[in-house]
């Protein structure tokens, strides 16, 4: 457990020996998850620190007429909803569930504020991934905003341009992102088809490559 602790941006910096000292002082416990299982609901109090150690998670909102829309997925060793840990909305913001079976080492929040006070170091990381949190909330937030499957493209396709080329790999499939897109698989693909007769991009497999930079900025009145 200690070795995939000292991966986790949580204890960035620390060592094994530091990291296995600081949690066996801290009451803590191991809650293993199997595939498909809930881990929490929207709107449900968070009261305890999370460490993703084994496994995959899948954070989701489901509107009133039941459609899903992904928010994010998580592998070890992140933390989860840390940014909802502490303030007067300490809530689930969406639907926590597993994708495969894994394991999430608990940390209630009473002791976890004591650890943090234990080393400085674990609190700049906290507030790191705090900010962070947050900062993705943002974007995710600007990219809602959006209300064509084309507007979501372009901006998607801008924010992920490698430096100082025109090409954006791509790390999932078209269903994986018509999910976190919010939109039908088949509608995603016509406006991928559509962007491409208009020369705009060529989408491949694993990347996209980007012939008219000025047609996607267009699109979101750039």
Do not use: C
Request: net charge neutral; glycine share 6%; charged share 20%.
């Amino acid at each position: 457990m200690f070795e995939i602790l000292k991966l986790s941006p949580l204890f960035l910096g620390l060592n094994t020996q530091e990291i296995n000292s600081l949690i066996n002082n801290r009451l803590h416990q191991i809650r293993n998850f199997s595939t498909n299982e809930i881990l929490a609901f929207s709107g449900e109090k968070v009261e305890k620190a999370m460490i993703l150690l084994e496994g995959r998670l899948r954070g989701e909102m489901i509107d009133f007429a039941g459609n899903s829309l992904k928010i994010e997925e998580m592998e070890s060793p992140q933390m989860i909803a840390p940014a909802f840990l502490y303030g007067p909305q300490s809530f689930f913001p969406v639907n926590l569930s597993a994708l495969s079976n894994g394991k999430i080492l608990i940390i209630y929040k009473k002791e976890f504020t004591q650890l943090l006070s234990d080393d400085q170091r674990i609190l700049n990381n906290f507030l790191n991934i705090v900010a962070g949190k947050a900062q993705f909330l943002s974007q995710k937030i600007t990219f809602l905003s959006f209300k064509t499957i084309r507007e979501k493209i372009a901006y998607y396709l801008l924010n992920n341009i490698r430096s100082g080329t025109m090409i954006v790999l791509l790390n999932q499939s078209q269903r994986a992102m018509a999910e976190m897109f919010g939109v039908a698989r088949p509608s995603l693909a016509r406006s991928i088809g559509e962007l491409e007769e208009e020369m705009a991009i060529h989408w491949e497999r694993n990347q996209v490559e980007i012939i008219n930079l000025q047609l996607l900025k267009s699109i979101l009145g750039r």
